[in-house]
């Protein structure tokens, strides 16, 4: 459990399931519109792209922390366009992928503490 926490606290572990189940709902509308989705001509193929892509860049950004502000900008603008296609997973997966990429852009490692000298040490003053 101590590892799990660790790793954790390195991640944007929120944002990341957040623009996951985006990602996932994006997805649900046309892979329950399988007839049609596939047809020529049909935009729904659109959403089922953009619902795949949000739903990589969430497991990314579990691996990547460091790229998470830009995952995050990507994930809002997909999302946003991922109305046209699947009607943004009834717009519930449009609000998750605003939310989870917001939290992707905000995610900062916190800094570690470092002290100009260790505890016992006396400081020199100028």
Same mark, same amino acid.
């Given at each position: 459990?101590?590892?799990?926490?660790?790793? #954790?606290?390195?991640?944007?572990?929120?944002?990341?399931?957040?623009?996951?189940? /985006?990602? !996932?709902? &994006? /997805?649900?509308?046309?892979?329950?519109?399988?007839?049609?989705?596939?047809?020529?001509?049909?935009?729904?193929? &659109?959403?089922?792209?953009?619902?795949?892509?949000?739903?990589?860049?969430?497991?990314?950004? !579990?691996?990547?922390?460091?790229?998470?502000?830009? !995952?995050?900008?990507?994930?809002?603008?997909?999302?946003? !366009? /991922?109305?046209?296609?699947?009607?943004?997973?009834?717009?519930?997966?449009?609000?998750?992928?605003?939310?989870?990429?917001?939290?992707?852009?905000?995610? #900062?490692?916190?800094?570690?503490?470092?002290?100009?000298?260790?505890?016992?040490?006396?400081?020199?003053?100028?």
């Amino acid at each position: 459990m101590m590892r799990f926490n660790k790793w #954790r606290k390195k991640r944007p572990l929120g944002g990341a399931i957040i623009t996951i189940l /985006s990602g !996932l709902m &994006i /997805s649900w509308v046309p892979l329950n519109l399988y007839l049609s989705t596939f047809l020529p001509g049909s935009i729904a193929i &659109i959403g089922l792209l953009f619902g795949g892509i949000i739903t990589l860049i969430g497991i990314v950004s !579990l691996f990547f922390p460091n790229a998470s502000r830009i !995952l995050g900008v990507f994930t809002i603008f997909l999302s946003i !366009l /991922s109305v046209i296609g699947a009607l943004g997973g009834f717009l519930v997966g449009t609000l998750f992928g605003i939310i989870g990429g917001a939290l992707l852009m905000a995610w #900062r490692l916190a800094p570690a503490n470092v002290n100009a000298a260790p505890p016992g040490d006396a400081q020199l003053t100028a």
